[in-house]
């Protein structure tokens, strides 16, 4: 049978539907590389809508040609001229701004990565949010600071919220299909970072480039600091209390130096379920991008035999205090995520300024949350509340900061 006119023009709206409109936020960085690296390899399948990157114009304009963005956007606006002239007779669309940036999140898209740094990423992310797309979660400090606001908002929007971070992707990818009552506990794995084995004299006198040394992982530098404090870890606890609705007691962290497993989750009939992969955060991406269905990956195949041993050990919190105070965060709920946060955020700033030590930074964190009841207490509603106390916990984290130099 031929097909008729009106079908074959479904045919034709399905196979331009089946073009995903992807957008990239943070699409300079570690995260955002990697999404376009998994993208660029089918282009075909994807209509990349917007780009948008923080500071470096010159790389933004060279991803935006090559994958054929409609829209570049970068953030930092002493940028606009690089990207200007860069771009200029592409038909690109570009824009430079903290406007600029919230249009391009909010800009119809069928998939959204959000992978901006920190708490900068907050506002642009609850856009992509709002405009209903599937948002991949990459910026695991949204939930950190803003948790309860911002997955009421998920909630609002109907959104679907896909997480990023290895460990919370494995934990999505083990728990389908089970019971919520049914799941004892959630494990995060860790690696220990490099500075798994080192002595607390040690750690006072390491330096910047060892402390951005990952044994596994290749990271943007925040996240980087952040695993060998292991706060990373902590702010992973608090992103799964919230993407979970897990309370502090059925969420807990494991030192695993290869990587390989990223969560493991406890059921009620004494099973364990884990997932694994080597270690390329172009897993957790594909499976974000491909969800519900799965698709190829050009990662290292994991070969357990050639590994040999997989090991496990409980974190130390006396020679990583962030973990410990991430916990103490994770109790106190409220708005002391939002203060966690922001003061960490200025620590591994000064650290990789050269201005503090690295076992500052935890001290500088505990010292601007023990000096902050008042804020973590502050009851908010709204985004603007929550950016709100973000600044004041950012500037009582700065004048601390002397005491620390
Ligand atoms: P990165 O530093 O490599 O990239 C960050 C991106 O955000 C860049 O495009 C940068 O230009 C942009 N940006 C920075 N400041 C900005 C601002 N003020 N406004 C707008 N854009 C800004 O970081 P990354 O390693 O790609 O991490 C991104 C997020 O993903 C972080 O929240 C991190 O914790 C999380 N994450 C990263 C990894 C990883 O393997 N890299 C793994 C898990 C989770
Ligand atoms: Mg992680």
């Given amino acids: 049978m031929f097909p008729s006119l009106t079908s074959l023009n479904l045919e034709i709206e399905r196979s ?9 936020l943070g699409a300079t960085g570690s ?16 209509q990349v809508i917007a780009l948008t990157g923080g500071h470096n114009a010159a790389r933004l304009a060279e991803l935006a040609i090559r994958h054929r963005a409609e829209l570049a956007v970068i953030a930092d606006p002493e940028g606009y001229p690089v990207l200007r002239q860069a771009l200029s007779g592409t038909g690109i669309e570009i824009g430079a701004g903290e406007a600029a940036l919230l249009e391009a999140a909010g800009r119809p898209a069928d998939w959204v990565m959000a992978a901006i740094v920190g708490a900068a990423g907050l506002k642009p992310t609850l856009e992509a949010v709002r405009q209903g797309s599937l948002t991949a979660l990459a910026n695991k400090e949204c939930l950190v600071s803003a948790g309860d606001i911002f997955m009421a908002e998920v909630a609002r929007a109907k959104a679907t919220l896909l997480p990023v971070d290895s460990e ?14 049914r799941i004892e506990g959630i494990c995060l794995t860790a690696s220990g970072g490099p500075f798994r ?4 004299d040690a750690m006072r006198t390491a330096r910047c480039e060892q402390a951005l040394d990952h044994p596994n992982w290749s990271m943007g530098p925040k996240v980087t600091i952040d695993s060998a404090t292991l706060m990373n870890k902590g702010l992973e606890l608090l992103e799964a209390h919230h993407l979970f609705s897990l309370p502090a007691a059925k969420l807990d962290v494991l ?10 989750v406890y059921l009620s009939d004494g099973s364990v379920l884990a997932q694994m992969s080597c270690p390329d955060m172009r897993t957790p991406i594909a499976y974000s991008l491909a969800w519900p269905e799965r698709m190829h990956a050009p990662t290292e195949r994991l070969d357990l035999a050639a590994l040999g041993t997989l090991s496990f050990e409980a974190p130390d919190f006396e020679r990583f205090p962030a973990l410990r105070l991430a916990r103490e965060v994770l109790a106190a709920g409220g708005s002391a995520g939002t203060v966690l946060n922001a003061a960490n955020e200025v620590a591994v700033e000064a650290f990789l300024g050269g201005k503090i030590g ?9 010292a601007t949350l023990e000096s902050s009841a008042d804020l973590s207490a502050r009851h ?4 603007e509340d929550v950016l ?4 004041e916990a950012r500037a009582k984290a700065r004048s601390l900061l002397k005491r620390f130099a």
């Fill in 31 to 46: 995260i955002g590389e990697s999404t376009l690296d998994l993208i660029g390899r089918d282009p075909s399948s994807y």
């Fill in 16 to 24: 331009v539907v089946r073009q995903r409109r992807i957008s990239v």
């Fill in 358 to 366: 690295f076992l500052a930074i935890a001290a500088l964190v505990e």
């Fill in 168 to 181: 919370h992707s494995a934990a999505m990818q083990v728990m389908a299909g089970a019971r919520p009552e």
């Fill in 255 to 264: 030192i695993h130096p290869q990587s390989i497993v990223h969560c493991l």
């Fill in 380 to 383: 908010r509603r709204s985004v």
């Fill in 388 to 391: 709100a106390i973000d600044a």
């Fill in 197 to 200: 084995n080192w002595s607390l």
